[in-house]
């Protein structure tokens, strides 16, 4: 078969959030292009959050993303307190945990069970999967279903959630809301351990990352809706205001939305990046499910990071169960936070991975600037580095099965486009 | 009764739109539930009921925006749901659509039992909270044909 002059296109990516294409050229057996190419239109989002007022942002930035509008909400009051001198802890940093482990275990579920599973079993999609194993299917759900109940009870509703304001919550759930929620989660940690047990089955291909990776750390957990420093694996942890001395943002052609590197270099953050640095620190349980599964101290293949989503899902829910235990209702449910000029930073761990913001705010308690930079962005030039080397190994497949696996490893980082907007079509041209 | 859409995106904001206008109405045994249109909840929303009713916005070409086109998905044969067809483009997450609910539903046994959808027209889903004209002249027509059905 001759690869002198190849061209493969898929007009639209599936089983991503929001809209992108993918541009790969091959000349002479050479990989010399390998675009994620994002055309989502910018939002602009930075823009309009400037002159509004300080307890703003944790709304609008929460319509960024209907599958982690958590992640938003929290890293945007985090940063907003940090500016006003004000660290938010105990019963009301728990609650926090509590609606951030919502998130996690109903983003994870989500994309394990309809976006990603289909890939490791040759199945087109869910309805595919769900059409030959629908009991998997329904356990999926059931435990994407105890993710929603947190935000329900939590949050307010379960999308774009209402109950969260700079200083913690308008209203904290009462004790037996809770004592009901985790009986409805109980079961869910059941369907968690045997969704390891069932992924950690699959065939992953071979593919060992590099990349330096990136999460944010906190000395006595795993690090979820916060943490006190951001630790890399190639070099000293360092604190979340210096964010913006080592991450820089750039703009590329090919691409709507930024693109970050760490000191120069591609990175990664998200579940490889979170597990490798920051194990440790994950339950007794998880450890031993991990263990089980074939996770070692690090895992740098990110076909396998399907395997960390669902160790990490196991993790959010023991999680959540204990705060519910040793949940008393804050009062009030939040704190006073006074305006007063100033900068403030805000990093938790979005499902995807590691979301920053920064917002400068006047005396007078309106935005001067925001900055806000997402996973999908700082994981872009690490994703196209993975496709040049799929694409490398992997040059006598044919067209088809070839674009197919670089949709794979695209998914592999369950990317979210519309949050790296500020949407993924695959175009591959052989020469 | 599932108002799909986001109030946000102008005309995307019909389904809500709709549901703000049956809450004054009375319906009894009717449950409101605005609605992204994201599958695994629209399969919870309307597993069981008798009757779903679904509202959302879609864009046409030839365009006639504000016109409403309804239709009773066939849920007794197997390959009913394609007069929906078996493409979407909703705005919602990582491309699922209704049409991809309704798949998903019936391999998890998950459909209402009867099942119809009114899809209206838009104009503009660029962002802001108002209706175009079209589409706002089209909401009390809808209503009024939505109020017939579920009172039956």
Redesign the interface.
């Known amino acids: 078969m001759s690869h002198r002059a190849r061209q493969l296109q898929v007009s639209?990516l599936?089983?991503?959030?929001g809209e992108g294409a993918l541009h790969i050229k091959v000349r002479d057996g050479e990989v010399e292009r390998a675009e994620l190419r994002i055309y989502e239109p910018p939002r602009f989002f930075e823009a309009l959050l400037r002159g509004r007022r300080y307890t703003e942002p944790p709304d609008i930035t929460a319509?960024i993303c209907?599958?982690c509008p958590v992640a938003y909400q929290t890293s945007a009051c985090t940063a907003i307190e940090d500016a006003c001198g004000v660290r938010i802890g105990g019963p009301i940093g728990d609650l926090r945990r509590l609606l951030y482990c919502g998130e996690w275990i109903s983003s994870h579920t989500?994309h394990i069970y309809?976006?990603h599973a289909p890939d490791f079993l040759g199945y087109p999609?869910?309805?595919a999967l769900?059409?030959a194993h629908?009991d998997l299917?329904?356990r999926g759900?059931a435990l994407?279903?105890a993710g929603?109940a947190i935000l329900e009870l939590v949050g307010g509703r379960?999308?774009h959630p209402v109950n969260v304001r700079v200083g913690g919550f308008y209203s904290a759930p009462g004790r037996d809301q809770l004592d009901r929620l985790a009986a409805q989660l109980r079961p869910a940690l059941d369907a968690a351990i045997a969704t390891v047990r069932w992924v950690a089955g699959f065939d992953f291909p071979q593919l060992e990352l590099d990349h330096e990776f990136l999460a944010v750390h906190h000395p006595a957990r795993y690090a979820i809706e916060g943490g006190t420093t951001l630790r890399r694996s190639a070099g000293p942890a360092f604190s979340v205001d210096a964010f913006g001395n080592h991450v820089v943002e750039e703009q590329v052609k090919h691409s709507t939305a930024l693109h970050a590197r760490l000191d120069g270099r591609p990175y990664l953050t998200g579940p490889l990046a979170r597990y490798t640095l920051n194990h440790e620190h994950l339950s007794p349980l998880a450890r031993e499910l991990a263990a089980e599964a074939g996770l070692g101290d690090e895992c740098r293949n990110p076909f396998r990071s399907i395997v960390v989503r669902a160790v990490e899902t196991v993790y959010a829910v023991e999680e959540a169960l204990r705060l519910i235990d040793e949940y008393e209702p804050p009062e009030p449910p939040h704190e006073v936070v006074p305006a007063r000029d100033g900068v403030g930073h805000g990093v938790s761990e979005a499902p995807r991975g590691l979301l920053y913001h920064r917002y400068g705010i006047g005396a007078d308690g309106l935005v001067r600037s925001a900055t806000i930079v997402p996973p999908t962005s700082q994981n872009q030039a690490a994703i196209e580095d993975d496709l040049r080397r799929l694409v490398a190994a992997n040059l006598d497949l044919a067209d088809e099965p070839l674009t197919g696996l670089c949709e794979r490893a695209i998914r592999n980082y369950d990317p979210c486009i519309s949050c790296s907007t500020h949407f993924l079509e695959l175009t591959m041209e052989r020469q | 009764m599932i108002g799909v859409g986001n109030e946000?995106r102008r005309d995307d904001g019909i389904g809500p739109a709709l549901i703000a206008a049956l809450e004054d109405r009375w319906l009894p045994g009717v449950s409101l539930i605005r609605s992204?249109g994201?599958p695994?909840?629209l399969?919870?929303d309307w597993a069981g009921a008798s009757l779903a009713v679904v509202v959302d916005a879609v864009l046409c070409e030839p365009s006639s925006p504000g016109e409403i086109h309804q239709t009773e998905v066939c849920l007794q044969q197997p390959d009913g749901t394609k007069a929906l067809g078996t493409h979407s483009h909703s705005a919602?997450?990582?491309?699922?659509g209704i049409p991809?609910a309704l798949?998903?539903a019936r391999?998890?046994?998950r459909l209402p039992h009867r099942l119809i959808v009114y899809a209206v027209e838009a104009a503009d889903t660029s962002l802001g909270t108002e209706l175009s004209a079209p589409v706002a002249a089209a909401l009390p027509t809808l209503t009024e044909a939505v109020v017939q059905i579920l009172r039956k």
Do not use: C, P, Q, W
């Not at chain 1, 599936?14 to 959030?17: I, K, S």
């Not at chain 2, 919602?92 to 699922?96: E, F, I, N, P, T």
């Open positions: 639209s599936a089983r991503v959030e319509r209907g599958i989500l309809l976006l999609d869910a309805v769900a059409t629908r299917v329904e759900l994407k279903k929603n379960a999308i | 946000y992204d994201e695994v909840r399969i919870e919602g997450s990582h491309s699922l991809d798949r998903l391999a998890l046994d």
